[in-house]
């Protein structure tokens, strides 16, 4: 089984920073990538960042030059440091994984998510 634990969710106000924090545990062969998703309410989930477990990262257009992804490999671990937040920012923010297991083909994982709000 494997589990993802997000961490550092919480209350902001606008120009602030957050960094968030995942840890992946489990019976894992290795880590392909991880990344961070997001929901606000009434809309869909969507992509904020993600990075492989090479480095590469990628950003959604709306937080590019604020949010910054990270990750250590030996840790099973990636945050996700954001700065500049704005009110827009507000939403449940989800931790991703794509792992391969001991067993099994690689699949995707995802937390219990945890909430950002962005407020004065």
């Known amino acids: 089984q494997v589990q993802l634990v997000e961490s550092g969710g919480g209350l902001v106000q606008p120009g602030g920073s957050l960094r968030l924090s995942c840890v992946v545990s489990?019976?894992?062969?290795?880590?392909?990538?991880m990344g961070w998703y997001r929901q606000a309410p009434g809309k869909q989930r969507e992509l904020v960042a993600s990075?492989?477990?090479?480095?590469?990262?990628n950003y959604a257009d709306s937080v590019k030059g604020r949010f910054t992804i990270t990750s250590d490999n030996a840790e099973k671990t990636v945050y996700l440091q954001m700065n500049s937040l704005k009110p827009g920012d507000t939403a449940v923010y989800y931790c991703?994984?794509?792992?391969?297991?001991?067993?099994?083909?690689?699949?995707?994982?995802w937390g219990q998510g945890t909430q950002v709000t962005v407020s004065s």
């Open positions: 991703n994984s794509n792992v391969r297991l001991v067993i099994g083909p690689a699949r995707d994982y």
């Open positions: 489990g019976s894992i062969r290795w880590i392909n990538a």
């Open positions: 990075i492989t477990s090479g480095g590469s990262s």
